[in-house]
């Protein structure tokens, strides 16, 4: 009998190929983990721009109930007037709101855990938990007539309030602010007087608020060129 025999054999990939296989498995990897942290951020952004348009649409129908004012310039509202409690002229629109967890910033990790499902004194009410459960300043001095002043939005905004201890800050063409990191890396969500919802960085909104000034013609001089902006602070 005639053994068959065969010149094949088996061939150890060599160090050089071994590597190439570990970079393109890694270089794989870092792009599905970019494009899975783009994706999540991309959705938390949506979310909570989604929670101001929200929140917006409720100070238009309070507005359109109540002769074209704000809780802050409506005489018989809890907020008639507040310049301390930004949660409080929430809690006056409980009503118009609806839902509580609006309040609250998806990507706002220090507020999350206080996060409130309804407006009353319960341990998971606005009533008891105030402004730690909110992310959203209230803008005063919002107008219909003025489509580009400030509603509402993310409470990041990093400016020098209008007086020791206040929690109002001004916020116009001269101000000096910034966006803090904590809630959507050195950018923030607002809510303009017509519905509009715009997510701006520092410039972004700098340029916004000189278009909206050049757009107010007579009216600047009013003062209402400047927002007053009252910040969810929450003391120790």
Known sequence: MQLLTTNRFTRALTLTEVLVVVVALLFLAAVLLTFTTSAKVHVIRFKCQNNLKQTGLSFKVWAN????????????????????????HYFAMSNEIGSARILTCPQDASRLPNMVMDFTSGPTGLLSKTNRAVSCFVGLTWDEILPNTLMTGDRNILAAPEATNSCVLPLATNTSFRWGSDLHTNRGNVTLADGAVHSFDRWGLQSHLSNGVSRLGTLVGSGLATNRLLMPVVHP
């Not at 109930?65 to 409080?88: I, M, R």
């Open 65 to 88: 109930d109540n002769d074209d004012k704000s809780p802050f310039l409506t005489t018989n509202c809890l907020a008639y007037t507040n310049e301390t409690q930004a949660w409080l």
